[in-house]
């Protein structure tokens, strides 16, 4: 039976809001819009209608309400961006304007279907386990029709999932306050493009370790695209060096890393990657979006390998695949402590965390210094 709709109840919940797609809109109403899925370009897509569900969150107009409340102060801070990008933020700006990239990037549709994906292979992990046990210890008549490729079918079906995430994320949010920021100017002749998971989450370093990473890893970075011409990056200190030390901005005059910074957008798209109409040709973009499409992975979480605890009970874990497309960003340098250091000599007990994934709390209220 279908929740009938109260008055003045937003059923269309958007997970992109719409204030941050107008910035890529010529009239305020249209985004360009390319679905990877389909390989078409839709040049005048309602902004209305995308990156967004029926209830999305939840039924309960008081977490669309917060959401709104905090996008609001997000608006005024992002306009005031990109009114004038060189110009410093106060310590209550960059602290919303980082709160929301943070809730940005575990509010989307991407972050749902890890959830997804996470959650049905550890059940199906873990009815295989049960399985074998039972075959192992003379029960197998009981389980005899149970094959592998049926527990393969399991699905299960979540309540307000996108509220799941968005509760996980704020958790989370303080995981990457250590992170250093540059406002990116695009003076190129290239715009930038953005997608349905637009506050991109990506680590450099550990991919020339070829690592797996999360966010406390060391070398993490969150880049997001606030228009075609103002970008902002997130980004570990302590391992790279971004642009000139004494300002808060990185001028772009080059168009290859424009091309990098939007083939980490297609690259970490859940399906659709805009762009303001007239940016592109429908030609460009697809053609664009084709070349990356090999770094795109077909699932994003995997299962351990079999391990067992130290009283022989088996443990079931997974973890989410890396998305890797060897990123390479002239402005931004891995520091010498780190630049130094090759894969087979990475050692994850010194290597694998920034110092806020051990002492995050006390990293907070020391005013996150370390």
Do not use: W
């Not at 003076?187 to 999360?214: C, L």
């Not at 000139?244 to 859940?270: C, T």
């Not at 030609?283 to 992975?297: A, D, N, P, T, W």
């Amino acid at each position: 039976m279908a929740t009938q709709q109260k008055k003045g109840e937003t059923k269309n919940q958007h997970y992109v809001p719409q204030f941050y797609q107008r910035n890529f809109s010529n009239d305020d109403k249209n985004i360009g819009a390319y679905i990877l899925e389909k390989s078409k370009y839709v040049p005048s897509a309602p902004i209305k209608t995308q990156s967004s569900g029926d209830y999305f969150y939840s039924e309960n107009m008081k977490i669309e309400k917060t959401l709104g409340a905090m996008e609001g102060m997000a608006n005024k801070i992002i306009k005031k961006i990109l009114e004038a990008p060189r110009e410093k933020l106060s310590i209550e700006d960059e602290y919303t304007l980082y709160v929301f990239t943070m809730l940005q990037a575990g509010r989307t549709n991407f972050q749902v279907d890890l959830i997804k994906e996470s959650a049905n292979l550890f059940v199906r992990n873990t009815l295989k386990k049960i399985i074998e046990l039972k075959r192992n210890n003379g029960g197998s008549d009981e389980v005899a029709d149970i094959t592998d490729e049926i527990i393969d079918r399991v699905e299960l079906k979540f309540n307000s999932i996108g509220m799941m995430a968005l509760g996980t994320q704020a958790q989370l949010v303080n995981m990457c306050v250590d992170l250093n920021y540059k406002i990116i100017i695009n003076e190129t002749d290239k715009a930038f493009m953005t997608s349905d998971n637009p506050a991109v989450i990506y680590d450099v370093f550990m991919e020339r370790m070829k690592q797996i990473y999360a966010l406390g890893s060391r070398g993490l970075m969150i880049y997001f695209p606030l228009s075609p011409r103002i970008a902002v990056l997130y980004y570990d200190s302590q391992c790279y060096k971004v642009g000139d030390r004494k300002k808060k901005y990185v001028v772009l005059k080059s168009v290859k890393d424009v091309y990098e910074l939007n083939k980490l957008i297609v690259v970490k798209a859940s399906n659709v990657v805009y762009c303001r109409p007239n940016d592109y040709t429908a030609y460009q973009i697809g053609k664009f979006c084709e070349s990356v499409m090999k770094y795109r992975l077909l699932d994003k979480v995997a299962g351990y390998p079999e391990m067992v605890s130290k009283d022989g009970n088996p443990i079931i874990g997974s973890y989410h695949i890396p998305l890797f497309c060897n990123l390479s960003l002239s402005f931004m340098k891995e520091l010498p402590k780190y630049s130094f250091i090759k894969p087979n000599k990475y050692n994850p007990a010194i290597h694998r965390l920034r110092e806020i994934a051990y002492h995050r709390d006390d990293f907070i209220l020391k005013g996150g210094k370390v």
